[in-house]
């Protein structure tokens, strides 16, 4: 069986912005290091990495491992006392620290508004330090053909970026799958290609890689801001808010009305919160027994998420802050360089997390996707975000790299976690993911020996 989500009560200031993760042994609370576990692994905690959260935000939510707790301190009610007149100076300053010690920097860019951000902080903080930038970008197109070494050239004229562009081959059988690790199958959405990313940057010398990964769940604007912008007299940002979130007025005036209480209200914010029900993938690519411990798997951790927001009393907003962030994972490395997310770093992402809601929204850019972004839309220069305007999407070569690198997961169907016929299953892209993922894990556990348990 698997065991009951619980957050773990709040400690010590920060606890829930943990750098790396820390395990106990269920039936003796004592510390795990899981360099020394011999085993079992589990397929039913396997299973739970094929819920809707794990697949949209990359997070492990279990270990993998038989009598083994991941501790996950209760996130706090975003308190709203964050200044977000210093959002640069704190981003400036993450990114500095990241950086002490390396003399030669590499910022990973696809062309999009968090990758913007970030590279424009790091060329301030290069140009002051005598530091070395490379720009590393893969040589994807995305689905309206736009290349990507082109529109993070066109970027890096825009900002003023003095730095390197290094193109990095899209052909998925250039690179290997990343190291394997201990804490559970990898949950990148293309895992090669951060193995790439990381052996071109050092190779051109750098021995710090940069992403920008964490953004929209750390800093997009959530939805349910209306009460907020009428309590600041705001009309001309809740004209427009209304405009960009077209949410039912009933869904609206409930929110309005106060935390999140009673089944109707939790009903109908989890409704846009999760669109669908975090387990219903999980049933359809798992065999039927592991499916159905999944879901109900992943009931239990709707409900604990939800208890702990009602417990704080957060409004819908909030609310949707604490969920889109939490469970918390830093990136793990997929090479020898030393990799950091600055947006997820634990004293930036605390201090972030407890900006006023209303401040990640900003009436005054030009596109929905910027407004809802504001405050990295902010970090750019005025008129400089005319590549920006939209989110770029990648389905077309995810497709294909998907195609590259597909298997047969042989040793998840012959240990019954997925059904023979299981490639109807997946709906989405994303679960092709996972399965790979969840595969490439089983075989290195295998390999080194673990016995399996279910």
């Given at each position: 069986m698997l065991p009951f989500f619980d957050w773990q009560s709040p400690?010590?200031?920060?606890?829930?912005?943990?750098?790396?993760?820390?395990?106990?042994?269920?039936?003796?609370?004592?510390?795990?290091?899981?360099?020394?576990?011999t085993g079992p692994f589990t397929l039913t905690r396997l299973a739970t990495g094929f819920g809707r959260p794990a697949l949209a935000r990359d997070v492990t939510v279990l270990p993998p491992w038989q009598d083994v707790h991941r501790i996950r301190p209760a996130p706090p009610r975003p308190s709203g006392s964050s200044d977000p007149g210093e959002f640069r100076d704190r981003l400036a300053a993450t990114v500095a620290a990241a950086a002490e010690g390396h003399e030669c920097l590499a910022v990973a860019a696809s062309g999009g508004l968090a990758c913007?951000?970030?590279?424009?902080?790091?060329?301030?903080?290069?140009?002051?330090?005598?530091?070395?930038?490379?720009?590393?970008?893969?040589?994807?197109?995305?689905?309206?053909?736009?290349?990507?070494?082109?529109?993070?050239?066109?970027?890096?004229?825009?900002?003023g970026v003095p730095g390197e562009l290094v193109v990095v081959d899209a052909r998925p059988s250039r690179w290997p799958d990343p190291p394997w690790t201990p804490h559970g199958p990898r949950v990148e959405t293309w895992p090669r290609y951060q193995v790439g990313l990381a052996r071109c940057a050092q190779d051109r010398g750098a021995t710090l890689l940069l992403h920008g990964q964490g953004a929209d769940q750390l800093l997009q604007a959530p939805p349910y801001l209306g009460t907020e912008l009428v309590g600041d007299r705001d009309w001309r940002s809740l004209q427009q808010y209304r405009r960009d979130w077209p949410t039912p007025m009933v869904i609206e005036l409930l929110a309005a009305a106060g935390p999140l209480t009673g089944p109707v209200t939790?009903?109908?914010?989890?409704?846009?919160?999760?669109?669908?029900?975090?387990?219903?993938?999980?049933?359809?690519?798992?065999a039927p027994t592991y499916a159905h411990r999944a879901r109900r798997w992943w009931a239990d951790f709707q409900r604990e998420c939800l208890q702990l927001?009602?417990?704080?009393?957060?409004?819908?907003?909030?609310?949707?802050?604490?969920?889109?962030?939490?469970?918390?994972?830093?990136?793990?490395?997929?090479?020898?360089?030393?990799?950091?997310?600055?947006?997820?770093?634990?004293?930036?992402?605390?201090?972030?997390?407890?900006?006023?809601?209303?401040?990640?929204?900003?009436?005054?850019?030009?596109?929905?996707?910027?407004?809802?972004?504001?405050?990295?839309?902010?970090?750019?220069?005025?008129?400089?975000?005319?590549?920006?305007?939209?989110?770029?999407?990648?389905?077309?070569?995810?497709?294909?790299?998907?195609?590259?690198?597909?298997?047969?997961?042989?040793?998840?169907?012959?240990?019954?976690?997925?059904?023979?016929?299981?490639?109807?299953?997946?709906?989405?892209?994303?679960?092709?993911?996972?399965?790979?993922?969840?595969?490439?894990?089983?075989?290195?556990?295998?390999?080194?020996?673990?016995?399996?348990?279910?």
């Open positions: 400690g010590p200031a920060g606890d829930a912005f943990a750098a790396r993760p820390s395990y106990r042994r269920e039936s003796t609370g004592q510390p795990v290091r899981l360099a020394t576990l913007a951000a970030l590279l424009g902080v790091t060329a301030e903080l290069c140009r002051r330090s005598d530091r070395r930038l490379l720009v590393v970008t893969l040589d994807l197109t995305d689905d309206l053909g736009r290349r990507n070494p082109p529109t993070v050239a066109q970027l890096m004229e825009q900002l939790a009903s109908a914010y989890w409704s846009r919160t999760w669109p669908d029900s975090p387990g219903e993938r999980a049933a359809a690519v798992l927001s009602v417990a704080q009393r957060a409004s819908w907003a909030q609310a949707t802050l604490m969920h889109r962030l939490f469970p918390y994972d830093l990136p793990w490395p997929a090479g020898d360089i030393a990799v950091r997310a600055p947006l997820l770093e634990p004293a930036f992402a605390r201090y972030a997390y407890h900006l006023p809601a209303r401040s990640r929204y900003s009436a005054d850019q030009p596109s929905s996707f910027l407004r809802r972004r504001g405050l990295l839309a902010g970090l750019l220069p005025p008129g400089r975000t005319a590549p920006l305007t939209a989110g770029r999407r990648f389905a077309k070569a995810l497709r294909r790299y998907l195609q590259s690198v597909a298997r047969e997961p042989r040793h998840s169907v012959a240990l019954g976690l997925l059904p023979p016929d299981w490639r109807p299953g997946c709906q989405h892209a994303l679960d092709l993911v996972t399965v790979f993922n969840c595969e490439n894990w089983i075989e290195g556990a295998l390999q080194r020996g673990y016995p399996v348990g279910h």
